[in-house]
C-alpha cells in the first residue's frame, strides 16, 4: 500500500529515508495528515531520481492511529526487500498472515484515508480507516499486470496494546496498494521467455528439415531496486503466467529452482552469469540445458545487456554454457529477425519494396505477379519468410496469394467476400510463423474470423468465444500463440489481445481457437491502426475521448512500456512496425509513405499506400 496523492492537514514531515552516494538523507516536504476527522490522502514519497533508493523509517513511540497508517503506507513504497519495516506497524499476528507479494493495485491518485466514525474509539484502544481510490490496474501473484477499473474500498483496523500503550494495525487488505506514479516508481516491466507449445519455425540452418521452437515472450512487472536480477531468475523458473500457460512450454524439469546457496546473482566481469539451481535441474539432458539457458539469457538480456552468456549448474558440476550468439541457433525470437525489405502499395496498386532500414525512398515491385501488376491491390501482407504475399483487391472483395518469385499467373482469389460495401468486406490479412495467414472478414451477415493454411485451400473458421463485436483488423504476433485483433462495438473501436490454441486434427483441417481476449488500450476510445513493435509491444494509433489523434506503445497486458512516445503525425492512417525495434515505423498519412528513424523526426519516402513488414 502506498500514496501519491494531494492532502492538507497538520503533521511533520514524512518518515522515509533515501541513500545516495552521498549517504542516507530524509526526505521531508510531505503534506501532513489531520489528527483528528476525516484522514485524507498522504504524499508517501515525493518524486525522486529512478537511482534514489528509498528506505523506510519504522514507527515512533507514541504515535497516534493516523501516523500509524501514514507510516505504514510510506513504508510500503520504500525499497526494503522484505518489507520489514511495514511490519514493524502492524501487530505480531498480522505481521505474519500479510502477504504483501500476493497482488498490487494500483490507483489513480493513490490511497485516500478516510476514518470510520463507526470504530474510532481510541480511549477503547480501537480505530478503523478505510482507504479508498479509483482502480488503475492490479498486479497478481504471478506477477501479471491487468487493467482495472472501478472504486477501490479497503478497511484497515487498529488496536492499541493495553501494556505497552502503542498503537498497531490488526486488520488490513492482503497485497499492496499504491498510486499509479509509486507503481511506475517501484515496478519495472521484464519479459520472460518460454517456448510456444506447438509453434516452430524453419532454422536458420536452411535445409527445411531442422525446426526451431518459438520463443514467446511472457510480461510481468518486478520490484526495482529489489535485486531485480534475482527475482526475475525466480520468477522465470516459477513458471508461466496462467494467461499463456496453456500454450507455451518450459525447459526446465518441474521442481527447478535457485540452489539454496545461490545468492544474489550478477555477472562477472565477463559478462557471465553463473546460475546455480537445485538438483531437479540435474536430470535436463544437454539440449533441454541449451534451451534453459536461451530461456535465461533472453529474459535476462531485456533486464540489462550487461549479461552476454548463462552458465547453469547443479550438483556442483556444470550443465551448459550458452551464449548471446549462440542462443540465436537454438531457439528463434520475433525481436531477433531482421526483415529484409520493407513493402507497400505503390502508386500503380502494385506490390513494391525498399531495403529495411535503408534511407532510399525508390521503389522496386516485388517478384512475380502482384509486383507486375496482375491485379490492382488495396492492401497487402508478406509471409515471414518473403517468400510470398497476400494481396487485398482493390474493393476489398477478393483475396489473392502468389509467390515471390518471378514468373508465373496469381490465378483465382483464395477467399472473396459478400459483403456489399467495401467496409463490410476483407481486413487486411496477416501471416503467423508458420506460414498460415489469417484475414477476418467483415460481412454483417456473416462476420468471421479466417485461418488458411500456407495461404491456401478451403478457409478454416476461428472460433473466437466472447469476442463482442467485429473485428475490423488482425494483426498475428511472431511468436505465433498471440493474435491482436481491432474490433468495433457501439461505435468504438478497441484493440484486444488473444492466446491462440490449435487442436490438430489426423483426418481434417486443425481446430483453431482465440481466448482469453483482453483489452490493451482501455482509454482510447477509437484506435484506427496497429501494429506489433517488439516481442510483447505494439504501436497504436488512436484517441482518447474528446481527443486528437496520437501514436503511441502499449504492452500486451495493457500497461504503457517504458519508451519514448513517437514524434506527432497528423492524418495517419496505416502503421507499419517490426519486433526488431531497431527498424523505423512507417506509417501512411497525408497520401504518403513516411519513416521515422531513431532519434530524428518523420521523413518522406515516397508516395504510396499500405505499408507493412514481413508477418
Excluded at 120 to 143: F, H
Excluded at 501 to 524: I, K, N, Q, Y
Amino acid at each position: 500500500m502506498g500514496a501519491d496523492r494531494e492532502r492538507s492537514g497538520r503533521r511533520g514531515p514524512a518518515r522515509v529515508m533515501a541513500y545516495t552516494a552521498c549517504g542516507f538523507v530524509l526526505l521531508a516536504g510531505c503534506a501532513s495528515m489531520p489528527d483528528s476527522g476525516d484522514l485524507r490522502g498522504v504524499e508517501s514519497t515525493p518524486r525522486q531520481d529512478p537511482q534514489v533508493r528509498v528506505f523506510a523509517m519504522p514507527p515512533q513511540e507514541d504515535d497516534p492511529p493516523s501516523d500509524i497508517v501514514q507510516g505504514f503506507l510510506e513504508a510500503l513504497t520504500s525499497d526494503d526487500p522484505h518489507y520489514e519495516t511495514a511490519r514493524k506497524y502492524l501487530t505480531g499476528d498480522a505481521a505474519k498472515n500479510w502477504r504483501p507479494d500476493r497482488s498490487a493495485t494500483v490507483l489513480a491518485d493513490g490511497p485516500g484515508t478516510v476514518s470510520d466514525h463507526s470504530g474510532n474509539r481510541e480511549e477503547a484502544n480501537d480505530y478503523s480507516v478505510n482507504l479508498t481510490g479509483t482502480k488503475v490496474a492490479t498486479v497478481d501473484a504471478q506477477q501479471s499486470y491487468s487493467p482495472a477499473e472501478g472504486l477501490y474500498r479497503e478497511a484497515v483496523h487498529l488496536t492499541r496494546n493495553p501494556k505497552t500503550k502503542q498503537w498497531r494495525i490488526d486488520v488490513l487488505p492482503q497485497g499492496v496498494v499504491m498510486g499509479k506514479s509509486d507503481f511506475q516508481r517501484n515496478y519495472m516491466p521484464v519479459n520472460r521467455y518460454y517456448f510456444a507449445s506447438n509453434t516452430v519455425v524453419p532454422a536458420n540452418a536452411g535445409n527445411g528439415t531442422a525446426r526451431e521452437p518459438s520463443a514467446v515472450a511472457d510480461p510481468v512487472y518486478v520490484r526495482r531496486r529489489v535485486d531485480p536480477l534475482t527475482q526475475v531468475v525466480r520468477s522465470l523458473l516459477s513458471g508461466p503466467t496462467s494467461l499463456l500457460d496453456p500454450v507455451v512450454r518450459s525447459s526446465f524439469p518441474s521442481g527447478t529452482a535457485l540452489a539454496d546457496d545461490a545468492g544474489a546473482l550478477t555477472p562477472d566481469d565477463r559478462n557471465r552469469l553463473t546460475v546455480r539451481l537445485n538438483d531437479k535441474a540435474a536430470s535436463a539432458g544437454d539440449d533441454a540445458c541449451d534451451e534453459m539457458a536461451a530461456q535465461l539469457l533472453f529474459t535476462l538480456q531485456n533486464l540489462t545487456p550487461a549479461v552476454e552468456e548463462v552458465e547453469l549448474r547443479a550438483g556442483g558440476e556444470q550443465m551448459c554454457s550458452l551464449s548471446e550468439d549462440r542462443a540465436e541457433t537454438v531457439a528463434t525470437r520475433g525481436s531477433a529477425q531482421r526483415p529484409d525489405y520493407l513493402y507497400f502499395v505503390d502508386d500503380r496498386d502494385r506490390l513494391v519494396r525498399i531495403a529495411a532500414g535503408s534511407n532510399g525512398t525508390r521503389a522496386e515491385p516485388v517478384p512475380g505477379p502482384l509486383g507486375e501488376g496482375q491485379q490492382a491491390l488495396r492492401s497487402v501482407a508478406v509471409s515471414r519468410d518473403e517468400h510470398s504475399a497476400a494481396g487485398i483487391s482493390l474493393d476489398s472483395k477478393a483475396l489473392y496469394v502468389g509467390s515471390l518469385v518471378s514468373g508465373g499467373s496469381l490465378g483465382d482469389p483464395v477467399l472473396t467476400s459478400g459483403g456489399k460495401a467495401e467496409t463490410d468486406r476483407l481486413t487486411p490479412p496477416s501471416w503467423d510463423a508458420r506460414g498460415d495467414l489469417w484475414i477476418a472478414d467483415r460481412d454483417p451477415a456473416d462476420p468471421r474470423l479466417l485461418l488458411l493454411q500456407a495461404g491456401a485451400g478451403e478457409p478454416v473458421e476461428v472460433r473466437t468465444p466472447g469476442l463482442d463485436g467485429r473485428v475490423q483488423a488482425v494483426r498475428v504476433a511472431a511468436d505465433g500463440v498471440r493474435i491482436a485483433l481491432v474490433v468495433e462495438k457501439d461505435g468504438k473501436r478497441s484493440l484486444l489481445i488473444g492466446r491462440i490454441e490449435r487442436e490438430e486434427r489426423a483426418d481434417g483441417p486443425p481446430a483453431v481457437t482465440v481466448l482469453e481476449l483482453r483489452s490493451a488500450t482501455p482509454e482510447l476510445e477509437e484506435v484506427t491502426a496497429m501494429s506489433w513493435a517488439g516481442d510483447a509491444r505494439l504501436v497504436v494509433v488512436g484517441r482518447e475521448r474528446g481527443g486528437v489523434q496520437q501514436i503511441g506503445y502499449v504492452q500486451v497486458d495493457g500497461s504503457a512500456p517504458e519508451a519514448s512516445v513517437p514524434a506527432a503525425l497528423t492524418g495517419v492512417k496505416e502503421i507499419a512496425a517490426t519486433e526488431d525495434e531497431r527498424l523505423p515505423l512507417v506509417a501512411y498519412s497525408e497520401d504518403l509513405i513516411v519513416r521515422l528513424p531513431a532519434g530524428l523526426q518523420w521523413q518522406k519516402v515516397t508516395e504510396g499506400t499500405a505499408p507493412v513488414y514481413p508477418g
